[in-house]
């Protein structure tokens, strides 16, 4: 693997700072706020004068949508990333320094969480929580999903702990919080770091379907998935409105893949 | 081949995690909505309501309906439909074919697609086709199902009209549906094959083939291939597991009538009993899929076979 960078990660650099910009200024890059109504100028297609990427049934702008919508997902995805990732790792590394039946547990959990299914536990935890915020979803998809890495963790935190330089510290008196600092952490980090940006991909995918299928996001927000769901009724007279959110979704996934990818190609 | 104590270990786990689900379900479900009020439906006068709470036996404590409602699966009794009064677990078994289709299908496009693409890309690193092809594959990951399956639905149902989009009738609504699925899963297993494939021609035991005079055909059928698929079992299972409980958006864009769509109805209408069937259904195909891989799994590879016999 050459040490330059490829096209690919360049591309994936250019869609990250975007996202900054957008995390940032929200919809106001666009020009329109996204909730403004225009009811003389409905379904223009894109290119249409002041509204690039053309309007929705409400004459709204889908470019200034779109921009919304993105702060709404990769904002939801990255928390939920957070989340998922440190009980995920906690538990994992419990389960790995100290335990039978942690590790036994750790297994029925992640039986469970492949046989019962998210939607269910989706609706009724966001409806546990009592509104269909921003907080309710995100904090469900971290719930939901952090299984992922506490597998992940647990199975090469077990094959560390049987590492004879990591014993001889357990041994020589090494206090807990040195040995995680110096020997357990940073052998974790190149899986770790790989597995936070293919499971940040998939959350952007698991809270886009939820708002497709209207749960989540508020009723009318403009998120990816709700853009989705009502482009779905103007699939013929104005594609762009499926269209945009669609591919919108797929560059940010392709980006963080290729990130990855790289990363798994540098620890290699 | 199975050790008697490797089953009676999965069979434990198995009831456990299916009385977990079970009672989580129960719970989570009676702390989001009152069936009362469901069954009473819009518009019924508070006393009303209260009769059917006293009826059902919704005014008893929650942790004696809990019990009740664990003995009654316990016997099978699945309880009716709130909506149609129909009962559960009939519901959910005629729904659950239309939802095996899609998945039989599914697997057998995606084996047919991937075991082959997988192992040509894996013999080599090079050459424009491979690069081509593997490009392909990157973008192609990119696309959620639900997404791909809008894509196909705005191109070949709404604008050029080949194809029905949606409902369970003939060939015709099979097609978008299995594409679909196909193509989100396709990807990750043909990268998968590609990988073992790969790893399988650097092994000792293909040098030591070679040196033995055999032929590259019979090493790639021989030593290769076999090697290959053996790693990709686990994939292949995890991906049947999912499609038997994941469709769940896929089957509602197409108003595919199977268990993943019943599920969606069924949580949004409140219809408690049959969420509860639905999710014993799944939780019983999860398991059943699960020991199917590992089934095959043992069967291909001698050295699990060892292992299970060494630990029993």
Redesign the interface.
Known sequence: MSRSLSP?IVGAGVVGLFCLAVMIFGDTLSGHDHRAIDLSMRLAAPLAPGHLLGTDELGRDVLARLLNGMRWSVGSALCATLIAFCIGTTFGLAAAHKGAWLGGAL??LT??T????????A???I??LGDSGFWAVTLTLGLVTWPVFSRVVYAEASSLFQREYVQAAEMTGMSVARLYAHHVLPALVPTLSVLVVFHF?EMI?AE??LS??GIGAPLGAATWGAM?SEG?AF??QA?WL??GP?FA???I??AA??VGQHLRNLTR | MFSSSRMLGGLR?FA??LI??MT??FF??R???DPALVIAGEGASPAQIEAIRVEYGFDRSLIVQYGQTMLRLLQGDFGKSLTDGSPALGKVLASLPATLFLAAMALSLNLLISLPLGAWLGQKRTGAARRAVRGVL??M????G??IA??L??LFA??LEWLPSIGYGGPATWVLPVISVVSFLAPKLIRVVEANTHAALAADFVRTARSTGASENQVLWRHVLPNALLGAVALIGAEL?FML??L??IE?IFAWPGIGWL??QS??NLDFPV?QA??FV??VS??LS?AVTEAVQALLDPRIRSRARAAS
């Not at chain 1, 492949?114 to 536990?121: A, L, R, T």
């Not at chain 2, 990951?141 to 959620?144: A, D, K, L, N, Y």
Request: glycine content about 4%.
């Open positions: 690919a297994k029925l039986t469970f492949q046989s019962f299914p998210s939607f269910v536990m609706v009724t935890v409806a546990l991909a995918v886009s379907a497709f299928l989705l779905r699939m013929l594609p499926t269209l669609a979704m797929v560059i996934i392709v893949h290729s | 786990d456990f995690v977990a689900a989580v379900l989570l479900l702390l989001t909505g990157t973008v990951q990119g696309f959620p639900f997404v809008l894509l639905i705005n709404a604008g597991a409980t994941g769940v958006v509602t599920l969606v949580t949004l969420v639905v999710v799944m939780v999860v398991f699960n």
